[in-house]
């Protein structure tokens, strides 16, 4: 048998068996209920009534009919800095022929209706991003590629020590070679998580749509048609390092204390960019970083701080980075496989030449 047909073989039975998984179908419950909240909160929060600052005593008394906030101010001038200063919604100020509405960056429909006759409204600061949303999405992003990545990762690195555990390897790399067990675990492991982005992605799509937020959809596309590129070889990344790490231990509970270091280095960059959205300087090296790059490159593509060139040059960056991890990740897994005395130091496993030479000598 040819490492290309063991390596399918190996793929259909993990997806056949991990579809049915309860896992697997609660996370991508978890996931799809983030995309709905994600792009139907910002409209609910954004209904809420407005508070606006006028000069005008008429008008005043017209917006408080309406049910809004209303904070007279001696002039048209004090009114606009109180919008700058984000004391207040907007403002009603004199135009000609009609009223102006000021706002910084969302046009406040209920205002607008408040008034007798239609008022020109002018967006202060038009390019800005709703500060739900600039919450909201990068927190999207981070959940799904961390908690997908622990989740698919966990999942392979648990069918390795269960081979281990069992014995059953030794059967298996007498029959397959060990690089298709491998290649076949990562693929379906891939293959189910890019279905759960591709399903997020449609619901997002769908939302917004049937929201009528198109300004959202035309902000989300861009950010979302480069994650799944930087999700699918990021998740690779990752897959191989933890099947490595499921290879080091005979026991499913040790693989929580052999993979710890794997888990906190695709921890922190989940905290960062969530916390640190709003830092561009750190948004910018976290954009660069392999293990961050496929959260932090598609958040700045959606505030509109990346340049056109920097999500390739951060992809080619992040291919480069999970070549030279594969490797590594496929030499421990090789070098400690069939070593069934006990948990395998990383190091031990990279440099057991011996191993790897049984496990090539079974495959053939």
């Known amino acids: 048998m040819n490492t290309a047909t063991a390596t399918r073989l190996v793929a259909t039975r993990e997806l056949m068996v991990k579809i049915k998984d309860k896992a697997f179908l609660i996370s991508t419950a978890l ?11 910002p409209l609910l929060i954004g209904g809420a009534a407005s508070s606006v600052a006028v000069a005008d005593s008429g008008a005043a008394t017209a917006l408080r009919a309406a049910g809004l906030e209303v904070r007279e101010v001696a002039d ?30 969302n046009a406040p429909g209920d205002v607008v209706d408040a008034l007798s006759t239609t008022p020109q409204v002018e967006l202060l600061n038009p390019d800005a991003v709703n ?30 020590t269960e081979e281990k555990q069992t014995r059953v390897v030794e059967i298996l ?7 298709a067990l491998l290649a076949g675990k990562v693929i379906a492991g891939g293959i189910l998580a890019l279905a759960q982005i591709a399903l997020i992605a449609v619901v997002v799509v769908v939302g917004t749509q049937l929201t009528d937020n198109g300004g959202l959809l035309a902000l989300l596309g861009p950010a979302i048609g480069w994650f799944v590129p930087f999700f699918v070889v990021g998740f690779v990344m990752l897959a191989a390092l933890w099947a490595a790490m499921g290879a080091l231990v005979n026991r499913q509970e040790d693989i929580n204390s052999v993979s710890m270091p794997l888990q906190v ?6 905290f960062l960019v969530v916390f640190l959205n709003d830092n561009k300087a750190m948004m910018t090296l976290l954009s660069y970083i392999p293990f961050a790059s496929p959260t932090a490159m598609p958040v700045r593509l959606f ?15 992040l291919i480069v980075a999970t070549i030279a991890l594969v490797l ?26 011996e191993s790897r030479r049984l496990a090539d000598l079974n495959s053939r």
């Open 31 to 41: 996931f799809l209920l983030i995309a709905i909240v994600s792009t139907v909160v």
């Open 76 to 105: 048209d001038t004090a009114a606009e800095q109180l919008v700058r200063a984000g004391d207040v919604d907007a403002a009603v100020v004199a135009g000609n022929p009609l009223p102006r509405v000021l706002a910084m960056d």
């Open 131 to 160: 500060p739900v949303l600039a919450f909201l999405v990068p927190f999207a992003f981070a959940i799904v590629f961390f908690f997908t990545s622990l989740t698919f990762g966990l999942q392979i690195a648990q069918s390795v």
């Open 173 to 179: 790399v007498a029959a397959v070679p060990t690089r």
């Open 265 to 270: 280095v695709a921890m922190l960059p989940f």
């Open 303 to 317: 505030t509109g701080d990346a340049a056109a060139w920097e999500p390739l040059v951060a992809l080619a960056i």
């Open 328 to 353: 590594v990740g496929a030499r421990v897994y090789e070098g400690s496989l069939l070593r069934t005395n006990g948990k395998t130091s990383f190091g031990a496993a990279f440099r057991d030449r």
